[in-house]
């Protein structure tokens, strides 16, 4: 289903509109499907070049404008859509074409995350207390207010709330950063599946995003320390970013760890089961395979 779905996708640009925009609607009801109609623009631009791409982006706009007119009476919606979703897909894809590099094209990501960064500085004059009064105070006040919470589970609670709210935007920025990749990583997999098969397996166990990526964030991480006020947290945000960015390195040496012992794909499984627990580990793992290459490591026990 999924192969039939990419090879439609690729026969032409009214086909490639259409399931754009229909996923794209259809995310309204269940947001994942924003995944598979940005993966469909990552598609055309990857295996029929940007021009194509562009083409794809700008009719999708359109129809979906005109739906959201009819249905709405709000057109704007579709610009909205394409600013988040369809035009970084557009630009990733585009950049992984022309280099053919997963590194040049993932470290070029990161630009997304900082940039939301940058706006969300730039729009709140405290994006801290914005999170707490707007988003996490809502969520956590009915519960704090249930007469079976102690005085000490709500002073828990609430030091939760503040830690949370200083966080939040290098979160958002994360999310931004995943998101936009997820939509990559699928379409990458769609090229990889219609034309060269096992080919992006290939191309992901062997990512590295290099020493230099390592040194940014050290240099982010010294900034944080040393700086007072808000370049001190922005500086923060920037390094919580590329260290999320190392996951996929980290990722990228399990599964190459996987297949070169044979091992059991319940490792993999496993792995992504609990990835939102130990992000933080793989990430690290990621981080020192610049420095020690973990792999070739593997590759030299198995020699043995």
Do not use: C
């Given at each position: 289903m999924i192969r039939s779905l990419a090879s439609y996708v690729l026969r032409g640009p009214m086909q490639a509109v259409l399931i754009t925009v229909v996923f794209g609607v259809f995310s309204l009801i269940i947001f994942p499907f924003s995944l598979l109609s940005g993966a469909a623009i990552g598609l055309v631009t990857l295996r029929q070049g940007m021009k194509q791409g562009a083409i794809v982006v700008i009719s999708a706009i359109v129809a979906t404008a005109l739906i959201?007119?009819?249905?709405?009476?709000?057109?704007?919606?579709?610009i909205g859509f394409a600013a988040i979703v369809w035009i970084p897909i557009w630009l990733l894809a585009a950049i992984l074409r022309y280099t053919i590099s997963l590194q040049k094209t993932l470290l070029?990501?990161?630009?997304?995350?900082?940039?939301?960064?940058?706006?969300?500085?730039?729009?709140?004059?405290?994006?801290?207390?914005?999170?707490?009064?707007?988003?996490?105070?809502?969520?956590?006040?009915?519960?704090?207010?249930?007469?079976?919470?102690?005085?000490?589970?709500r002073q828990l609670v609430q030091t939760f709330m503040k830690e949370s709210a200083e966080v939040m935007?290098?979160?958002?920025?994360?999310?931004?950063?995943?998101?936009?990749?997820l939509m990559l990583i699928i379409a990458r997999w769609w090229q990889s599946m219609l034309y060269n098969p096992g080919g992006f397996r290939s191309e992901f166990c062997s990512?590295?995003?290099?020493?230099?990526?390592?040194?940014?964030?050290?240099?982010?991480?010294?900034?944080?320390?040393l700086a007072t006020g808000n370049v001190s947290t922005i500086a923060g945000h920037f390094a919580v970013v590329v260290f999320a960015l190392f996951t996929l390195q980290g990722l990228a040496i399990i599964h190459s760890v996987v297949e070169k012992l044979s091992a059991?794909?319940?490792?993999?499984?496993?792995?992504y089961i609990f990835l939102y627990f130990i992000w933080q580990?793989?990430?690290?793992?990621?981080?020192?395979?610049?420095?020690?290459?973990?792999?070739?490591?593997?590759?030299?026990?198995?020699?043995?």
């Open positions: 959201a007119f009819i249905s709405l009476g709000e057109p704007f919606f579709a070029f990501s990161v630009l997304f995350g900082w940039l939301t960064i940058i706006i969300t500085y730039s729009v709140l004059d405290d994006p801290a207390a914005w999170w707490y009064e707007s988003v996490i105070d809502p969520w956590f006040t009915p519960v704090l207010n249930q007469p079976e919470v102690g005085d000490e589970q935007t290098g979160a958002l920025a994360v999310f931004i950063m995943y998101y936009h990749l990512l590295n995003l290099g020493k230099a990526l390592t040194l940014t964030l050290l240099g982010f991480g010294a900034v944080t320390m059991s794909t319940s490792w993999l499984v496993a792995a580990f793989v990430a690290l793992a990621g981080l020192l395979d610049n420095w020690l290459n973990l792999r070739n490591y593997v590759n030299k026990k198995k020699s043995v």
